[in-house]
């Protein structure tokens, strides 16, 4: 493979690994954009600001000698906090449009029933989603007895559900077939019920049932909050911490699918590439094989490590203050910079260093993600072809029988893609607006893409040339011999026609007459098509 074909091999992968990420950056960046708004208590695209982020919650003032009530109690509004944007972050990756917010976000401050509800995509509010959430008590048993009290009567009254942290769902309902908490105390109480049925204490078996009636709605209206009593502190005492921990987790889940998906389309070009150089002679089949192997391990390392980077990225540029980044999120550029993280990383940090205008910072990501077109047209010619000429298990002697029509394929591939490459430059050419220095590069790019088409389209020529001179007559001969043999019904003539050019384009010939077909059909063997 000359360095030319690799260079484009090299941007086909680049431009298939980019067009697989584009969606799962652009779901899972917006997810994490919930989690930097959280943070910041501003979210810079809608102009929404929150009552209160996890930056301003955590410089809440602490009386030293009250300092773990304080912690806790303001943790608890630390975890409505981050359960809006955990909420609402599995939402968008789940392609769900309606929306959690805290009722004091909305206008609603210190509503006395009712902390979070769910929003329509219209901004209605949607009945029944009214919570109230409790990250109270020193443990799980604590926790139930406060929402058993009077005190909280008021939230079974009005019906609402109880978001409590996740620890004490599970402790309270149980889990893993381990029975809960709220399961042991209805067991006691019937059983004292039934006690009291049996001594004719009717009042107090009553008092009992009403008790196992009133647990028994508790727990159908508890529900996770999505976070953990230690989350909850730790979103409080280190909200930054808290934040980066969200979003890693987010970029890790997308990055590892991912990496299947790199490892897929990154195996499969490779596979494309290596049959091609197969049948050309220019590796062995143990060299390909490994070659397809090592570029699997690496499409997949690529895919994860960038696509993890580019979450992250694209997550800060929707919530930046710029309006330059916030645009820049939405198109196809957060997409492209999945295989160009680390330029685009330092690239914005020097925008966000001031370093650079918001102009030179667009200038420059977009010449991170400029060339390589095509990437589509080519994988799909070069499977389908290549699978048709050279099968998958195919020896070497049989790889090496087709050889001149490897050769065709494989100035076809690069003819192809250097015209759609050529075809993309001089849109951008006709329809951008450009500086004189992006239009110098471009036209360079331009003159190598036309040179590159000449060289393949005269390589493509050559061969096709050379491939129907040497072998014309044998085809005229069995076309003619198969003509001959339709129009004088003889079923052998046309067999031994067609067979020829089997023989000719590499195939092996199982049958030569009737006879032959007919002892094959009854036989054990395969027929091979």
Same mark, same amino acid.
């Given at each position: 493979?000359?360095?030319?074909?690799?260079?484009?091999?090299?941007?086909?992968?680049?431009?298939?690994?980019?067009?697989?990420?584009?969606?799962?950056?652009? #779901?899972?960046?917006?997810?994490?954009?919930? *989690?930097?708004?959280?943070?910041? &208590?501003?979210?810079?695209?809608?102009?929404?600001?929150?009552?209160?982020?996890?930056?301003?919650? %955590?410089?809440?003032?602490?009386?030293?000698?009250?300092?773990?009530?304080?912690?806790?109690?303001?943790?608890?509004?630390?975890?409505?906090?981050?359960?809006?944007? #955990?909420?609402?972050?599995?939402?968008?990756?789940?392609?769900?449009?309606?929306?959690?917010?805290?009722?004091?976000?909305?206008?609603?401050?210190?509503?006395?029933?009712?902390?979070?509800? @769910?929003?329509?995509?219209? =901004?209605?509010?949607?009945?029944?989603?009214?919570?109230?959430?409790?990250?109270? +008590?020193?443990?799980?048993?604590?926790?139930?007895?406060?929402?058993?009290?009077?005190?909280?009567?008021?939230?079974?009254?009005?019906?609402?559900?109880?978001?409590?942290?996740?620890?004490?769902?599970?402790?309270?309902?149980?889990?893993?077939?381990?029975?809960?908490?709220?399961?042991?105390?209805?067991?006691? !109480?019937?059983?004292?019920?039934?006690?009291?049925?049996?001594?004719?204490?009717?009042?107090?078996? =009553?008092?009992?049932?009403?008790?196992?009636?009133?647990?028994?709605?508790?727990?159908? /209206?508890?529900?996770? %909050? =999505? !976070?953990? #009593?230690? @989350?909850?502190?730790?979103?409080? !005492? *280190?909200?930054?911490?808290?934040?980066? /921990?969200?979003?890693?987790?987010?970029?890790?889940?997308?990055?590892? &699918?991912?990496?299947?998906?790199?490892?897929?389309?990154?195996?499969?070009?490779?596979?494309?590439?290596?049959?091609?150089?197969?049948?050309?002679?220019?590796?062995?089949?143990?060299?390909?094989?490994?070659?397809?192997?090592?570029?699997?391990?690496?499409?997949?390392?690529?895919?994860?490590?960038?696509?993890?980077?580019?979450?992250?990225?694209?997550?800060?540029?929707?919530?930046?203050?710029?309006?330059?980044?916030?645009?820049?999120?939405?198109?196809?550029?957060?997409?492209? !910079?999945?295989?160009?993280?680390?330029?685009?990383?330092?690239?914005? *940090?020097?925008?966000?260093?001031?370093?650079?205008?918001?102009?030179?910072?667009?200038?420059?990501?977009?010449?991170? =993600?400029? +060339?390589?077109? &095509?990437?589509?047209?080519?994988?799909?010619?070069?499977?389908?072809?290549?699978?048709?000429?050279?099968?998958?298990?195919?020896?070497?002697?049989?790889?090496?029988?087709? +050889?001149?029509?490897?050769?065709?394929? +494989?100035?076809?591939?690069?003819?192809?893609?250097?015209?759609?490459?050529?075809?993309?430059?001089?849109?951008?050419?006709?329809?951008?607006?450009?500086?004189?220095?992006?239009?110098?590069?471009?036209?360079?790019?331009?003159?190598?893409?036309?040179?590159?088409?000449?060289?393949?389209?005269?390589?493509?020529?050559?061969?096709? %040339?050379?491939?129907? %001179?040497?072998?014309?007559?044998?085809?005229?001969?069995?076309?003619?011999?198969?003509? /001959?043999?339709?129009?004088?019904?003889?079923?052998?003539?046309?067999?031994?026609?067609?067979?020829?050019?089997?023989?000719?384009?590499?195939?092996?010939?199982?049958?030569?007459?009737?006879?032959?077909?007919?002892?094959?059909?009854?036989?054990?063997?395969?027929?091979?098509?």
């Amino acid at each position: 493979m000359t360095s030319d074909e690799n260079k484009f091999g090299k941007k086909l992968e680049e431009e298939a690994l980019k067009g697989a990420a584009a969606e799962t950056v652009q #779901r899972y960046g917006s997810a994490a954009k919930q *989690h930097y708004v959280a943070y910041s &208590g501003m979210d810079n695209e809608t102009g929404q600001k929150l009552a209160k982020g996890l930056k301003e919650i %955590s410089k809440s003032k602490i009386n030293p000698e009250y300092r773990s009530q304080n912690i806790k109690q303001q943790a608890g509004f630390s975890a409505e906090v981050k359960s809006v944007a #955990r909420k609402n972050a599995e939402n968008i990756i789940g392609g769900k449009g309606n929306k959690f917010t805290r009722t004091d976000d909305i206008g609603r401050v210190n509503d006395t029933l009712t902390d979070l509800v @769910e929003l329509a995509s219209d =901004g209605t509010e949607i009945t029944g989603t009214a919570s109230q959430m409790k990250f109270v +008590g020193s443990s799980p048993k604590a926790l139930l007895e406060r929402l058993n009290s009077k005190e909280y009567q008021k939230y079974i009254d009005a019906g609402v559900f109880l978001d409590i942290a996740d620890d004490d769902y599970e402790a309270l309902l149980g889990t893993n077939g381990k029975q809960g908490i709220i399961d042991e105390k209805i067991k006691s !109480l019937r059983e004292q019920a039934d006690r009291a049925k049996q001594i004719g204490k009717d009042q107090v078996a =009553g008092q009992k049932e009403a008790q196992i009636e009133k647990y028994e709605y508790i727990r159908k /209206k508890l529900r996770k %909050s =999505g !976070l953990t #009593r230690d @989350e909850a502190v730790q979103a409080r !005492l *280190h909200p930054m911490l808290s934040m980066a /921990k969200d979003v890693t987790k987010l970029a890790n889940e997308a990055a590892v &699918g991912q990496a299947k998906v790199g490892a897929g389309i990154t195996g499969s070009l490779s596979l494309v590439r290596n049959v091609v150089a197969c049948i050309k002679g220019d590796k062995t089949p143990e060299e390909a094989a490994l070659s397809v192997a090592e570029d699997t391990g690496r499409g997949a390392a690529t895919s994860y490590i960038s696509t993890f980077s580019a979450i992250a990225i694209k997550g800060a540029m929707q919530n930046a203050k710029s309006g330059y980044l916030q645009s820049l999120s939405k198109t196809n550029l957060a997409t492209t !910079l999945v295989t160009t993280t680390v330029d685009v990383g330092k690239t914005l *940090h020097r925008y966000f260093d001031g370093e650079i205008t918001g102009v030179q910072c667009i200038e420059e990501l977009g010449q991170q =993600g400029t +060339g390589g077109i &095509g990437a589509a047209m080519f994988s799909t010619m070069g499977a389908s072809v290549a699978a048709s000429v050279a099968p998958v298990g195919a020896g070497v002697a049989k790889v090496a029988a087709y +050889g001149a029509v490897g050769g065709v394929i +494989g100035a076809t591939l690069g003819y192809t893609a250097a015209i759609a490459c050529y075809q993309e430059l001089a849109t951008a050419l006709k329809e951008a607006e450009l500086a004189r220095e992006e239009r110098i590069r471009i036209e360079k790019e331009c003159a190598e893409a036309v040179a590159m088409i000449r060289q393949y389209r005269q390589e493509m020529n050559d061969m096709v %040339s050379a491939y129907l %001179s040497d072998h014309i007559q044998t085809f005229n001969m069995g076309f003619l011999e198969m003509d /001959k043999a339709i129009a004088e019904r003889d079923v052998d003539g046309f067999i031994r026609g067609n067979a020829g050019i089997q023989e000719l384009l590499g195939k092996e010939v199982q049958f030569r007459t009737q006879e032959e077909f007919d002892a094959l059909m009854v036989s054990d063997t395969a027929l091979k098509l």
